[in-house]
């Protein structure tokens, strides 16, 4: 694999090195200036864990039960577009690595490997994600299809409502599917390694569709989602139904109302407006208001496995990483994968034995 990966810093500055500036941009990039980005990061470092001492921590089981889910690590993987782009294969790369820890893995609607073979790769450890697009008839194609496919939960994202301007993507000239020009050749020629690797492979694309039955625009409004569609939606969906990109407290409230079995609280790491709150702090806000028993999920951020205690703390039932998981990827293969993915594990273990804790969630009321 060549460098070790000792830190998400240390994946995605390998990863800087190794992917094309276009495609590095795609996966890094946030909204506008990065503002929401660095203010959740900020507010996510500065939330602290108390150690505590001679507690007895010599068992740690940080396994977490999600849904149907037996969990042998408290964090997933959220959906991401395009994967493959970070490596070739690496869509199927998270989606093993979630059927051996048991844990859940997102696959995005604009997946560069279909629903159909994510969910068989995950042995049923994946969850559906969900854009509304246009007048929504597509929408529900692709809710009947992912039912075909033995998928138990969907996740509906909905802080989208129109794609937020990334001026690094917007720099490079980045599109779905791929549009090559002068600037993106010579980007791709002074990466020869991603490149010859990518071509070899067959260049990633937009794997759900495929078919003229089933299009997508990634450019095209989604505004026209309201809370008549959610009610469609919960209607005709019978599995688990977690609403994605909640930051408000009357809209988790109201989702809650309306039968969402989960929300995760989230910003799209940052990507969609640059001035949104830090949803580390929202999920307090949230938890607060919503009781100790209704799931919320969590992500945005996460870089390390204190994190993933940090987001327990703060009132998260689960947690999901993103981006880090394509620099491991770009970083190291399937082989960097595993690596950030057992580090991330033996972070939350060390921190719990620092806090004095031997299992999550975290009992906030233990004294």
Same mark, same amino acid.
């Given at each position: 694999m060549g460098a070790t990966i000792h830190s998400y810093d240390d994946?995605?500055?390998i990863a800087r090195r190794r992917l094309p500036w276009m495609v590095f941009d795609y996966i890094d990039g946030a909204a506008g200036n990065g503002v929401a980005e660095a203010r959740n990061l900020a507010a996510l470092r500065d939330v602290e864990l108390q150690p505590r001492v001679l507690r007895n921590v010599a068992r740690r089981d940080i396994g977490v039960q999600v849904f149907e889910h037996a969990g042998q690590a408290p964090f997933g993987i959220s959906p991401m577009g395009m994967c493959n782009l970070s490596g070739p294969g690496a869509d199927v790369m %998270?989606?093993?690595?979630? @059927? +051996?820890? $048991?844990?859940?893995? #997102?696959?995005? *609607?604009?997946a560069s490997t279909s629903l159909e073979t994510m969910i068989e790769e995950a042995q049923g450890h994946a969850w559906f994600q969900l854009y509304f697009s #246009? =007048? #929504?008839?597509?929408? &529900? +194609?692709l809710v009947e299809r992912a039912k075909a496919a033995g998928y138990k939960t969907l996740i509906m994202t909905l802080d989208v409502p129109e794609v937020g301007r990334r001026p690094r993507e917007l720099r490079r000239g980045f599109k779905m599917p791929f549009?090559?020009?002068?600037? $993106? !050749?010579?980007? !791709?020629?002074?990466?020869?390694?991603?490149s010859l690797s990518s071509l070899m492979a067959g260049a990633p694309d937009l794997a759900n569709f495929q078919t003229p039955e089933f299009t997508f625009d990634?450019?095209?409004?989604? @505004?026209?989602?309201?809370? =008549? !569609?959610? +009610?469609?939606?919960? =209607?005709?969906?019978?599995?688990?139904?977690?609403a994605k990109g909640v930051t408000d407290v009357v809209d988790a409230l109201r989702l809650k109302a309306q039968g969402v079995d989960a929300i995760q609280v989230s910003t799209h790491g940052g990507r969609q407006l640059d001035s949104a709150p830090p949803p580390i702090l929202a999920l307090k806000r949230i938890r607060d208001a919503i009781g100790p028993q209704y799931p919320l999920f969590y992500d945005t951020g996460m870089r390390s496995g204190e994190d993933v205690v940090k987001a327990y703390q703060m009132g998260a039932d689960f947690v999901f990483f993103g981006r880090?998981? $394509? !620099?491991?990827? &770009? &970083?190291g293969g399937r082989d960097g994968l595993a690596q950030y993915w057992?580090? %991330?594990? =033996?972070?939350?273990?060390? *921190?719990?034995? $620092?806090? #004095?804790? *031997?299992?999550?969630?975290?009992?906030?009321d233990v004294t």
């Open positions: 994946a995605r500055r %998270l989606a093993r690595i979630a @059927a +051996k820890h $048991q844990v859940p893995v #997102g696959v995005s *609607t604009v #246009g =007048d #929504g008839s597509g929408t &529900a +194609k549009k090559i020009g002068p600037m $993106q !050749f010579i980007d !791709f020629a002074l990466h020869p390694r991603w990634r450019t095209e409004s989604r @505004a026209a989602a309201d809370w =008549d !569609f959610l +009610k469609r939606l919960r =209607d005709s969906w019978d599995g688990h139904l977690v880090a998981m $394509q !620099f491991a990827i &770009a &970083a057992d580090l %991330l594990a =033996d972070e939350v273990s060390l *921190t719990l034995a $620092q806090m #004095g804790l *031997t299992t999550l969630p975290i009992n906030r």
